[in-house]
């Protein structure tokens, strides 16, 4: 499981970006979306997850996602130092936001 492949990362881009679209949207905008798509849908070319799969979200513990950005896995590098604990576990719960909605209740 690639989660962050971020190749060409630099060090200024953990950063919090100010104003508009800032924090760690745009981090994932600049770093992550070129290998793991601006809506998580992942790249078959480069075999990261689809984070809009909900049996891969139900299969995937908040735990495992963080230790997964935290420290790399496979091909993925690790972001620990470059972000802070808080963007881990913002980025988390990104990741948790490309999960499909449940429809509403029909009546």
């Not at 104003?19 to 992550?32: F, S």
């Amino acid at each position: 499981m690639a989660l962050f492949i971020a190749a060409g990362w630099r060090d200024t881009s953990a950063q919090p970006a100010k104003g508009k679209g800032g924090g760690v949207a745009a981090i994932y905008e600049k770093d992550c979306a070129k290998c793991h798509g601006a809506k998580g849908e992942g790249l078959k070319s480069l075999e990261t997850p689809n984070f809009q799969d909900p049996k891969w979200q139900a299969a995937h513990t908040d735990k495992k996602l963080n230790a997964a950005i935290a420290n790399g896995e496979g091909v993925m590098p690790a972001f620990k130092g470059k972000l802070s604990a808080a963007q881990i576990t913002a980025m988390v719960k990104m990741i948790r936001g490309f999960a499909p909605k449940a429809a509403p209740a029909k009546k």
